[in-house]
């Protein structure tokens, strides 16, 4: 076994016939869905969720010593998967390749496609952390518990944070009514 460069520490070892390395693929593949919903509901784009959860199983694998013994491990990964959404949404790459517009790209009648693309361009406008507990209490159906630990609060706090989220929604949603 040899220690990864500039790396220390028993979560870095990497050998081919790692036992907890087989342990750990068995363990993270059926969160592997839930954590692509969950990436692609902060990021709002497919295709830069599944790196964001490319890149939170490596985070994982190497930070799985860290993890304490006893706690649910969907809610750690979860953790990890909307910190990598944060940090991709926070990258000098994003600024220069935003997404296009979608408000533009909506048809003209009130449609459910002219209601998920001003969900969509709501919710992108949300901040991480209120975006991250509507897209886990209601996009993954998460308990409040599982929501708080993936995010890292309290459950009250996840409580207040799903209501200020939900409320800034309705504001931007009824927006457009209000002027029409």
């Known amino acids: 076994m040899a220690p990864l460069p500039g790396r220390a520490g028993a979560a870095d070892l990497v050998t081919p016939c790692d036992a907890d390395g087989s342990a750990f693929e068995e363990e993270i593949g059926p969160l592997l869905n839930i954590a692509t919903r969950l990436a692609t509901g902060m990021l709002l784009n497919t295709v830069e969720a599944e790196d964001a959860v490319q890149e939170a199983c490596v985070r994982a694998w190497r930070h799985r010593a ?3 013994a006893g706690t ?13 959404c944060r940090e991709a949404r926070r990258g000098r790459w994003w600024s220069v390749l935003r997404m296009a517009d979608v408000s533009g790209a909506a048809p003209t009648g009130p449609t459910d496609l002219s209601l998920a693309l001003a969900l969509r361009q709501a919710l992108s406008q949300l901040p991480h952390r209120r975006r991250a507990v509507l897209v886990l209490r209601y996009y993954l159906d998460l308990p409040l518990e599982e929501v708080a630990a993936a995010t890292g609060c309290s459950v009250d706090s996840a409580k207040a944070l ?15 009514e209000a002027s029409s």
């Open 66 to 68: 860290n993890r304490r």
């Open 72 to 84: 649910d491990l969907r809610p750690w990964f979860l953790g990890i998967v909307a910190n990598q």
């Open 162 to 176: 799903i209501r200020r989220g939900t409320a800034d929604l309705k504001r931007a949603l009824s927006m457009p």
